[in-house]
Nanobody, 118 residues
Framework: VQLVESGGGSVQPEESLRVSCAFSGHHLASFTMGWFRQRPGKDRELVAS????????EYSDAVKGRFTISRDNSKNTIDLQMNDLTQQGKAVYFCNADGIRRGLGQYWGQGTQVTVSS
């Protein structure tokens, strides 16, 4: 499995940004997908996750109501729409794939940088 993030960049507070993850090497529908972030000096934390079908999503309290995770199993993509970004959103965002069956494993992308500054 390979995960390649894209779409990071620099925005001002209250602006929006969309990051994407391109999945390859297996059937995307066999994986729960997540977006994590690592802020400067902090541990990596879960931002949002989406189940294999796209029916169920979960968000951290810090982003609930502002971020939306989505997936397209036919296009092998997983997106994170981030609205009303704050300076707390400055981080490296990582895509994660977690197999829904034993033996499928867990995988990480290389990350994409998001900077929020005025």
């Amino acid at each position: 499995v390979q995960l390649v993030e894209s779409g990071g960049g620099s925005v001002q507070p209250e602006e929006s940004l969309r990051v994407s993850c391109a999945f390859s090497g297996h059937h995307l529908a066999s994986f729960t997908m997540g977006w994590f972030r690592q802020r400067p000096g902090k541990d990596r934390e879960l931002v949002a996750s989406i189940d294999y079908s796209g029916e169920y999503t979960e968000y951290s309290d810090a982003v609930k109501g502002r971020f939306t995770i989505s997936r397209d199993n036919s296009k092998n993509t997983i997106d994170l729409q981030m609205n009303d970004l704050t300076q707390q959103g400055k981080a490296v965002y990582f895509c994660n794939a977690d197999g829904i069956r034993r033996g499928l494993g867990q995988y990480w992308g290389q990350g994409t940088q998001v900077t929020v500054s005025s």
